[in-house]
């Protein structure tokens, strides 16, 4: 439809290079950092990669009970609307070690939104162990990036 209104498509329209090809900036991204892990300190590039890997987590769990959840339809379809965002960004976005995924705070956020949705059952009962694992797993990670980004003099 913005093509038929503007006559150009909007991907390939920014000047500002906001968006672009679907997960090549993501691919790209992760692919180099991961070729720059440091096995004997810890960088940004590991700082990014744990970020990167509670935003897949958390993400990957608010998916897994969407429907399960209780939150109105405007906030789950906020959640994909965030999690394609993400996915079109510029590699400038996506390389950036030192901006602590700020770009992508939403859909962490979302996503907790979306797993304080679900409504509470016995913990024996199927997924209601989620949240408190998304807990889990974000602390060590909020420790780590804190630690490594807070400069005590």
């Known amino acids: 439809m913005v093509r038929a209104a503007t006559g150009a498509f909007p991907l390939d329209a920014d000047s500002d290079r906001n968006a672009g090809t679907p997960f090549i900036a993501a691919y790209d991204a992760i692919w180099s950092n991961l070729h720059q892990i440091s096995w004997t300190q810890f960088s940004a590039v590991d700082d990014w990669l744990l970020e990167l890997a509670v935003l897949i987590v958390v993400a990957g769990m608010a998916l897994a009970c969407l429907r399960r959840s209780r939150v109105p339809a405007h906030e789950r379809i906020a959640l994909i609307g965030?999690?394609?965002?993400?996915?079109?960004?510029?590699p400038s976005t996506w390389n950036s070690l030192n901006a602590d995924m700020r770009s992508f705070v939403e859909v962490y956020l979302m996503a907790v939104v979306i797993l304080l949705g679900v409504p509470r059952v016995r913990p024996a009962r199927f997924k209601a162990w989620l949240l408190p694992m998304a807990a889990a797993w974000a602390l060590p990670a909020i420790y780590l990036v804190g630690m490594h980004r807070l400069v005590w003099s």
């Open 82 to 90: 965030y999690l394609i965002e993400i996915c079109v960004v510029t």
